[in-house]
């Protein structure tokens, strides 16, 4: 059974860091990855989704990678802001099976201090 | 951009109430997902629906029902609310084929008391 990880659970910085966050999983056998956002009370707001086949995508001060092989995923930052203060997820969706239904790391609680 | 939206943002409602959640996206998405989240356990899977009719049971479908009578629209229902129940529901919507990046909704606290 895929198992999605996250680690930390929180981090604090100092704005204008650069900073990176980790998502680990346990089944290889991946369609894609996505990286999400959620501020407190919210809904998710896709952020990146990186396809097997695809090694990294970027968007802006955010770049995320994936390493199949060894099972994780990076989410990195550049620049950090107060505004990038938020909870970030991450979630992979298998191969096979149900259509597309995605499993869920508990998340990186992200503060960004001015 | 995709809009997926939900009925309410905050529900409270009596246990032993039958509870209607409902979720519509604009995109003309296939696949539609109803997920709660809850601290400490993350975001689980209740139902989906890869078409109108059509649905499949996620982790925990216990105590819930799903109907999709349109494409646009998949509906949550609690046939008889209990308080562990309370938590946040979330929709979300995908394409059928690629990517099938998943859209979510702003998310609807349901308190049942």
């Known amino acids: 059974k895929q198992e999605v990880t996250q680690i930390p659970a929180a981090l604090s910085v100092p704005e204008g860091e650069n900073l990176v966050l980790n998502c680990s999983f346990t089944?290889?056998?991946?369609?894609?990855l996505q990286w999400f956002r959620q501020d407190p009370g919210k809904g998710l707001t896709s952020l990146l989704l990186?396809?097997?086949?695809?090694r990294e995508q970027t968007s802006g001060r955010l770049n995320a990678s994936l390493d199949k092989s060894s099972g994780r995923s990076t989410l990195y930052i550049a620049a950090s802001q107060p505004g990038d203060s938020a909870t970030y997820l991450c979630a992979v969706m298998n191969y096979g099976g149900s259509q597309g239904n995605l499993i869920f790391g508990k998340g990186t609680k992200l503060s960004v201090k001015p | 951009d995709v809009k997926v939206t939900q009925s309410s943002r905050y529900l409270v409602k009596r246990t032993g109430e039958k509870v209607f959640l409902e979720c519509v996206q604009d995109?003309?998405?296939?696949?539609m997902f109803w997920y709660r989240q809850d601290p400490g356990l993350g975001l689980r899977l209740i139902y989906f629906s890869y078409d109108v009719k059509m649905k499949e049971k996620g982790d925990i479908p216990e105590g819930y029902s799903v109907s999709r009578e349109k494409k646009e629209r998949f509906s949550l229902i609690l046939e008889s609310a209990s308080t562990n129940q309370t938590s946040m529901y979330l929709c979300?919507?995908?394409?059928?084929?690629?990517?099938?990046?998943?859209?979510f909704g702003p998310g609807t606290r349901l308190t049942v008391t």
């Open positions: 089944d290889s056998a991946i369609y894609n």
């Open positions: 979300a919507s995908s394409s059928g084929g690629e990517p099938r990046e998943q859209y």
């Open positions: 995109m003309d998405h296939e696949n």
């Open positions: 990186i396809q097997s086949s695809q």
